[in-house]
């Protein structure tokens, strides 16, 4: 395939055949793609990540309930999108399991399996609603997510483990580069008039 450029027209070779077209169509067909990759990767850049820490002690004994620390925090606000991140803490493993002991609705939303010591699990919430859960292994353990409530809960500083979470390579940031690229390459073209050869 072939492109070449005179005036407002790109002429495309392809296959023996010559296309004839307008270059203007093609950049607003550019920046309408790229108004619809900003704007479908704004809800990712932006949502939060919410620690909940399965506390030292909890699968011992059942004072952590009277505490309401056997997830800490017990009750967690957070906005749609959001994802939250249940670190275990304790000796022992434990898990974080959507529902209450006495549903029958257990772990149909989530269910983390055993979570091991020092080890971590996520989950983002994608609609707005009441969640209740808590630890099969130590059904006394009982925790909220509250979706689309009005204030974030403040994370508590979780106490060093020996094994810290593994870090995605990108992050969230590969979908903001991306767009930054088509934007660059759209700008490149508006200014040259000339469609950059890959």
């Given at each position: 395939?072939?492109?070449?450029?005179?005036?407002?027209?790109?002429?495309?070779?392809?296959?023996?055949?010559?296309?004839t077209?307008?270059?203007?169509?093609?950049?607003?067909?550019?920046g309408?793609?790229?108004?619809?990759?900003?704007?479908?990767?704004t809800?990712?850049?932006?949502?939060?990540?919410?620690?909940?820490?399965?506390?030292?002690?909890?699968?011992?004994?059942?004072?952590?309930?009277?505490?309401?620390?056997?997830?800490?925090?017990?009750?967690?606000?957070?906005?749609?999108?959001?994802?939250?991140?249940?670190?275990?803490?304790?000796?022992?493993?434990?898990?974080?399991?959507?529902?209450?002991?006495?549903?029958?609705?257990?772990?149909?939303?989530?269910?983390?399996?055993l979570?091991?010591?020092?080890?971590?699990?996520?989950?983002?919430?994608?609609?707005?609603?009441?969640?209740?859960?808590?630890?099969?292994?130590?059904?006394?353990?009982?925790?909220?997510?509250v979706?689309?409530?009005?204030?974030?809960?403040?994370?508590?500083?979780?106490?060093?483990?020996?094994?810290?979470?593994?870090?995605?390579?990108?992050?969230?940031?590969?979908?903001?580069?991306?767009?930054?690229?088509?934007?660059?390459?759209v700008?490149?073209?508006?200014?040259?008039?000339?469609?950059?050869?890959?």
């Amino acid at each position: 395939m072939v492109l070449i450029e005179k005036g407002d027209h790109i002429f495309i070779m392809a296959g023996g055949s010559l296309i004839t077209m307008k270059s203007k169509p093609i950049g607003a067909l550019f920046g309408v793609l790229t108004l619809v990759a900003i704007l479908g990767i704004t809800p990712h850049a932006f949502a939060a990540t919410t620690n909940i820490v399965m506390s030292p002690g909890a699968g011992a004994g059942q004072d952590c309930v009277t505490a309401k620390n056997c997830f800490d925090p017990s009750v967690t606000n957070i906005a749609v999108g959001d994802t939250v991140t249940w670190t275990n803490n304790d000796k022992v493993g434990h898990t974080s399991t959507s529902g209450q002991p006495s549903d029958n609705q257990t772990g149909t939303v989530w269910d983390s399996s055993l979570v091991a010591a020092g080890k971590s699990y996520s989950f983002t919430f994608q609609n707005a609603g009441d969640y209740h859960y808590f630890c099969m292994v130590h059904p006394w353990m009982t925790g909220e997510i509250v979706v689309g409530g009005s204030t974030p809960t403040p994370s508590p500083s979780p106490s060093p483990s020996p094994n810290p979470p593994a870090v995605p390579e990108f992050g969230s940031i590969a979908p903001i580069v991306l767009a930054i690229a088509v934007i660059s390459i759209v700008v490149l073209s508006a200014k040259t008039r000339t469609i950059p050869k890959l």
